[in-house]
């Protein structure tokens, strides 16, 4: 059994047990969304097609994660005009596991998810400043002897190019 629903402005095909990354939702990790906009089901004897969605059915889901996509390079260019521009973009995505293809009047048990655990993301813990304890001189410093002198090499001035010779 498939789907093809309507996320965040894009369509995707979905079926049970998959993992998904679209664009950015606003919904926390862990947590379970349905999605409501199905416009095709197909149970691989029948196609409902809605107009423009399917009335009754929703997608069950639970977020994995948040982050980032991989970099997408973007150059312009005018030719014969000396004019280029490069720049990169990461689009922020969100990580779906699709539970389940419900149809009218099915309720989706959490209870009963079958989606991998969501890892929670460790926190840095704010690193403690060394402190430079001195310790008290128990003797005097010794006294440094004193460097001696040397002559420093001067260098040779440039030496200035012979004058051209007039051919006549």
Excluded: C
């Excluded at 704010?126 to 010794?142: D, F, H, L, S």
């Amino acid at each position: 059994m498939y789907a093809i629903v309507d996320i965040a402005g894009q369509q995707y095909k979905v079926e049970q047990a998959q993992k998904l990354k679209v664009h950015r939702l606003e919904a926390e990790e862990g947590k379970h969304v349905e999605l409501d906009k199905v416009l095709l089901v197909s149970d691989g004897k029948t196609v409902n097609v809605g107009t423009p969605t399917v009335d009754g059915f929703r997608i069950a889901a639970k977020v994995l994660s948040h982050g980032k996509g991989d970099k997408v390079l973007v150059f312009k260019k005018k030719r014969r005009k000396g004019f280029q521009k490069m720049n990169g973009h990461r689009q922020y995505l969100t990580e779906l596991w699709i539970e389940a293809i419900l149809g009218k009047g099915e309720k989706f048990d959490a209870a009963k998810s079958s989606a991998p655990k969501v890892k929670p993301k460790a926190e840095a813990a704010p690193k403690a400043k060394k402190t430079a304890v001195k310790a008290a001189p128990t003797e005097a410093p010794a006294k440094k002897a004193p460097a001696k002198k040397t002559a420093a090499k001067k260098a040779a001035p440039a030496k200035k190019a012979a004058p051209k010779k007039d051919k006549k």
